[in-house]
């Protein structure tokens, strides 16, 4: 590496316990979504973010993500926000213009309000896909690959520390 060169680089395991989280999770679906949640939460803990400093706020689908992300990253209140949902394709193409919209409405929210406005949201064809990205399910014995809302969770930890090492501030 070349001297002079500046890095800056966010830790994906550690959070000042003085920053809050907020986490907007779809309900439809929610035999996932409440796995994703699980998972999030979770890691935020093990990062050392206290329980109480993560506010976690349902809506009926995905669709509705992006509108209440946009209030809660509006509100100067959060680090970042995660937004939690599952997608799963149907007899239609219905599930391609969700997807669509909300991958599009939650990379507005965080270019407009300069905030960290993360995407957890499966777009799969099966439920047992879904499972699968949600940490499996141990009921029927179907490991999975992971846990998509741990994951967002870690992008999330990464972003803020990375945020606050930057210069200049971010726009609101």
Not at 55 to 64: I, L, R, S
Request: with cysteine; glycine share 12%; proline share 4%.
């Amino acid at each position: 590496m070349s001297t002079g060169v500046n890095i800056f680089q966010g830790r994906p395991d550690r959070l000042p316990s003085d920053v809050r989280v907020a986490v907007v999770v779809a309900r439809y679906n929610d035999t996932i979504t409440r796995r994703m949640l699980d998972g999030a939460v979770a890691t935020f803990v093990a990062a050392g973010l206290p329980a109480d400093r993560i506010d976690v706020a349902w809506v009926p689908g995905a669709f509705e993500l992006p509108f209440i992300a946009d209030r809660l990253a509006t509100s100067g209140r959060y680090c970042a926000v995660l937004c939690l949902g599952a997608i799963i394709r149907g007899e239609t193409t219905h599930d391609q213009h969700i997807a669509r919209a909300v991958g599009g409405g939650i990379e507005a929210i965080a270019r407009a309000r300069g905030l960290p406005v993360l995407f957890g949201v499966l777009t799969c064809d099966t439920l047992a896909q879904a499972l699968a990205r949600a940490g499996g399910d141990s009921s029927t014995g179907y490991a999975g690959t992971g846990n998509k809302g741990a994951e967002c969770a870690s992008a999330a930890i990464e972003m803020i520390t990375l945020v606050s090492t930057l210069p200049g501030r971010a726009s609101s």
